[in-house]
C-alpha cells in the first residue's frame, strides 16, 4: 500500500470515529408569539433557555415574533404545525375554548379584595393553571380537539382605565364610550349606562387619540407595549379590575408532544413552569413602571369615589353569578357543570390569593417554585395529555 493511501486511510477512519461519537443535532421548536417586544418576548427568550438546559440540548426554541402567526391565526398554526409552540390567547377563538376562556372570565372577582394588591396576577396565573391541570377535564379536551398541549398561562395585572377625561364617578362614566377586552367588562360597561365599544388593542391609539372611544380598558403594561402613554390623559387605577388570563403561553403542537420521551414531557413542563412565572413577573414589573413612566409625564393617576367603587362592587358580586349562565347560554353547555367548574375556579382563587399573601415572592425563579411545587409537580407527564 502506497503512504498516500494509507495516510487516507487512516484521515477516514479517524473521521468516521469523530463523527460517531458527536451528538446528534439539536431539534429546533418554532415558537410563535404574536408580540412586537416586551414581557412576552423576554419571557419566550427565558423559556427558550429552559428548553435547552432542562432538555440537555436535544431541543431547542427558535422565536418568531409577530412573523410566523399573529393572535388570530395562532390556534390554527399550532394545530397545523406551522408553529410546534405558540403564544396562544383563547378568547381569540371563543367557540374552541368555552370551558377555559370561563375560567378568565372569572378574573373580576379580584377587585373583590386588596389583601394582594399589585400580585393580583400572581395569583390568578396559579388558579389558572391548577384549575386547567389539575381539575378540569374539559378544558384539557378542548386543547385535545386543536391539536395542542397547555402548558403554561398567561395573565396580565390588574385591568385600570386609560381615559381622555377625568372618571372616577358615576355622573362621569355615564354615556362614554368605553372600550372593552371581553364579555365582563361590556357588562360592567352597560351597568354604568355607558356604552362598550368592541376594538382590538392596536386600533386603540387611535380611536382614543380621535376621541373614537373615551376610555379603555387594560394593563398598565399597554402603556409602553402599543405606545398608548403618547395619548392617555388619566387613568383610574381601581376600577374596573380583573385581568386577561384567557390563553396558554407555551402551548405545544400535540403531534410533536406525542412523539416525546417522559424525560422530555417531563423538561417541557419544567420549561412551561418557567414561562408562567416569567411572563405573569415581568408583566407586573412592567406595570409598576409604566405607572411610574406616566406620573412622570404628568398624567392624571386617580382613584374612583366612593358611590362608583361600591357600585363596581356591587355588579361585581352578581355577574360572577351569572358567568356559567352565560356560558351554558352563548355555547350550549350544561349550565350545572359550568356552575361546578366555576364554584372550582374561585376556590382556587381564594386559595391562591392565600398562597401568594404567604410567599415571599421577589423574583421570577421564587414565583416558578411556587407553581411547580403546587400545581406541576402533581403532575405524571407521561400521562398528561395522552394520546388519542
Known amino acids: 500500500m502506497s503512504?498516500?493511501?494509507?495516510?487516507?486511510?487512516?484521515?477516514?477512519?479517524?473521521?468516521?470515529?469523530?463523527?460517531?461519537?458527536?451528538?446528534?443535532?439539536?431539534?429546533?421548536?418554532?415558537?410563535?408569539?404574536?408580540?412586537?417586544?416586551?414581557?412576552?418576548?423576554?419571557?419566550?427568550?427565558?423559556?427558550a433557555e429552559a428548553v435547552k438546559e432542562y432538555t440537555n440540548n436535544r431541543h431547542r426554541v427558535r422565536l418568531f415574533e409577530l412573523s410566523l402567526l399573529n393572535?388570530?391565526?395562532?390556534?390554527?398554526?399550532?394545530?397545523?404545525?406551522?408553529?410546534?409552540?405558540?403564544?396562544?390567547?383563547?378568547?381569540?377563538s371563543p367557540s374552541d375554548y368555552p370551558f377555559s376562556n370561563m375560567g378568565a372570565d372569572l378574573s373580576m372577582v379580584t377587585a373583590l379584595s386588596n389583601n394582594i394588591e399589585g400580585q393580583e396576577g400572581y395569583a390568578y396565573s396559579g388558579a389558572m393553571l391548577e384549575y386547567i391541570m389539575l381539575n378540569c377535564?374539559?378544558?384539557?379536551?378542548?386543547?385535545?380537539?386543536?391539536?395542542?398541549?397547555?402548558?403554561?398561562?398567561?395573565?396580565?395585572?390588574?385591568?385600570?382605565?386609560?381615559?381622555?377625561?377625568?372618571?372616577?364617578s358615576l355622573a362621569s362614566v355615564k354615556g362614554k364610550r368605553l372600550r372593552i377586552s371581553g364579555a365582563p367588562w361590556a357588562r360592567w360597561a352597560r351597568a354604568f349606562e355607558a356604552q362598550p365599544v368592541a376594538l382590538p388593542v392596536g386600533e386603540i391609539y387611535e380611536a382614543l387619540s380621535q376621541g373614537v372611544v373615551?376610555?379603555?380598558?387594560?394593563?398598565?403594561?399597554?402603556?409602553?407595549?402599543?405606545?398608548?402613554?403618547?395619548?392617555?390623559?388619566?387613568?383610574?387605577?381601581?376600577v374596573p379590575g380583573g385581568l386577561y388570563a384567557a390563553g396558554g403561553s407555551s402551548t405545544l403542537n400535540k403531534t410533536k408532544w406525542d412523539a416525546f420521551s417522559g424525560e422530555d414531557k417531563e423538561a417541557f413542563l419544567k420549561a412551561g413552569a418557567v414561562m408562567a412565572a416569567q411572563i405573569t413577573y415581568l408583566y407586573q414589573e412592567q406595570a409598576t413602571a409604566d405607572l411610574e413612566k406616566a406620573r412622570?409625564?404628568?398624567?392624571?393617576?386617580?382613584?374612583?369615589?366612593?358611590?362608583?367603587?361600591?357600585?363596581?362592587r356591587e355588579f361585581i358580586k352578581k355577574d360572577l353569578e351569572y358567568v356559567?349562565?352565560?356560558?351554558?347560554?352563548?355555547?350550549?353547555?350544561?349550565?350545572?357543570?359550568?356552575?361546578?367548574?366555576?364554584?372550582?375556579?374561585?376556590?382556587?382563587?381564594?386559595?391562591?390569593?392565600?398562597?401568594?399573601?404567604k410567599a415571599d415572592i421577589k423574583s421570577a425563579d421564587d414565583l416558578r417554585d411556587v407553581y411547580w411545587e403546587e400545581v406541576y409537580s402533581k403532575i405524571d407527564p407521561s400521562q398528561y395529555s395522552p394520546k388519542k
Open 324 to 357: 356559567p349562565q352565560f356560558y351554558a347560554d352563548e355555547y350550549k353547555l350544561d349550565v350545572n357543570r359550568l356552575k361546578e367548574l366555576s364554584a372550582t375556579m374561585l376556590g382556587l382563587i381564594e386559595k391562591w390569593e392565600g398562597i401568594i399573601a
Open 137 to 168: 377535564e374539559e378544558c384539557q379536551e378542548e386543547f385535545n380537539k386543536n391539536n395542542q398541549v397547555y402548558t403554561s398561562v398567561v395573565s396580565t395585572p390588574a385591568y385600570v382605565m386609560f381615559c381622555n377625561d377625568p372618571i372616577d
Open 214 to 238: 373615551d376610555c379603555t380598558f387594560l394593563s398598565p403594561t399597554e402603556l409602553t407595549n402599543f405606545n398608548l402613554i403618547e395619548v392617555v390623559r388619566n387613568i383610574t387605577t381601581d
Open 296 to 312: 412622570a409625564r404628568g398624567i392624571n393617576i386617580i382613584q374612583s369615589q366612593p358611590d362608583m367603587l361600591e357600585k363596581s
Open 3 to 47: 503512504t498516500r493511501k494509507y495516510l487516507a486511510g487512516l484521515l477516514g477512519a479517524a473521521t468516521l470515529a469523530a463523527f460517531s461519537v458527536q451528538p446528534a443535532a439539536a431539534d429546533t421548536f418554532r415558537f410563535a408569539l404574536g408580540f412586537p417586544s416586551g414581557a412576552p418576548i423576554e419571557a419566550g427568550k427565558k423559556y
Open 71 to 92: 393572535h388570530s391565526e395562532m390556534s390554527e398554526g399550532i394545530n397545523k404545525g406551522l408553529a410546534d409552540i405558540g403564544y396562544l390567547l383563547t378568547a381569540y
